[in-house]
């Protein structure tokens, strides 16, 4: 088996991404999802500034392999005559042509974006299935290994593929609910539902976690479930994941519980306040209350919260600009905290010091400890940039930049809970941890670590 100084030497690395295809016959499939996942991170700003320009309602028709723009004069005369019979022209009638040539290939170029994305991943996925095998190296990959996607995989390419397709439809959805011909009497501005803007932007935020957690999951596939290579033959065969948490004590483990839990927490605060800049964007409600961190010098605007003439009263939550901002604000808040509270309790902690890294038995990876930085750095940021916003009346460029620092949160957030995947409940229970919910409680004394054999996978062990 391999030395003890050896073990320790490799563990003290951590949990390494593993984006050599030498040594991860998995690594092509996950550069894929995160290039993809890229697409979709653009496509979403592209979306945003859609959006900012109001330029979603200049295309009033749908096809789903898409058209090219127009391109004669004629072409164009006919395509504006058309926009013209929808109720957000009557709003809009000092419009050049030039004017909505400008917002067209707004609404054009995100449409488009979204077919090349589908277009990228169909095509991968179908090379990676049927076309594409990986090189298989005898000192380092298993041979048993004949197919760049893991074990499992295909379920959730399945899942992401229809997620693609089902975005377009919402995206339609979406558009229509500014197009009906009950909009011809608004006579406020004409704008798409917020609940299906809350939707659209949901639907494109949940496509890309899932492609960046896939992602990130095929290229630390063998760091999780293939057995750490041994010289002699041993009856205990551990991943380099299962050996990391087998080595740690239960202090360091309850401490890594704990941390994942904030951080976890902290991912759906961010979630959470992405849906709720939704409804701020839908009702255009970043441009009231332009100071902070009071509204109209009061910490709660309670008379301006509730519209009795919304029925039912839920509605005030969705629709009211009061309770709309006052929401995304303390969500915002919320976020910026948690994230900041997790990093600072994650790093800070003497169970996770940097001391015990080189040792094999820090509660927290250097991978961990990168993303805690990141993590509390990005959602710092982005509060800050969120109150320049609604300083300055939402300008074109800040809010896109506001929209698109949600994302890196997120980011951020996904990859440290990612990185803490070693203190789960399910590979604890792998790497035989004796009583594994007192362990995660705090309770049951010191705990205790059993010495039995680990179910790993069956395929054969991994030199890394």
Known sequence: MASPTSSITSISKGLPILSQSTVNPHAPLGKWLLTTSSLVFGMVHIGGVTR?????????????????????????????????????????????????KYIFYWEWGHRMMGRVVGLVYG???AYFTWMHRPKISADSIPKAITSAIPPGYQSRLAVLFAMGGTQGLVGWWMVKSGLGEDRFGDRNEIRVSPYRLASHLGMAVGTYSLLVWTGLGALSFPVDRYAMSAKE???????????????????ALRHAQKVRGGVLTTVGLTGLTILSGAFVAGNDAGNAYNTYPLMNDQWIPLEDMVDPDKLPKWRNVFETTATVQWN?????????????????FGLLHP?????????????????????????????TAQMSLGIATLLNYVPINLAATHQLGSLVVLTCGLYTAHSLRYASRSVMSKVAIGNVSKVMSGGGGGGSIAKGPAVVSKVPTMKL
Do not use: C
């Not at 979603?56 to 058309?82: C, N, Y």
């Open 52 to 100: 900012l320009t109001k330029s979603g309602l200049s295309m009033t028709d749908w096809k789903p392999l898409g058209s090219r723009p127009p391109i004669t004069l004629d072409e164009w005369t006919v395509e504006f005559e058309r926009y013209k019979q929808y109720p957000e022209w009557q709003q809009r009638q000092n419009m050049t042509l030039d004017e909505f």
């Open 123 to 125: 095509a991968g996925w």
């Open 233 to 251: 033959k041993s009856a205990e065969t551990l991943s380099m994941l299962q050996q990391y948490t087998k080595n740690l004590s239960p202090n």
């Open 328 to 344: 995304h604000r303390v969500l915002g808040t919320a976020t910026a905290l948690s994230a900041v509270g997790v990093a600072g």
């Open 351 to 379: 169970m996770g010091r940097a001391s015990l890294v080189a040792m094999g038995r820090s509660s927290t990876t250097p991978q961990v400890r990168r993303g805690l930085v990141s993590l509390g750095t990005a959602a």
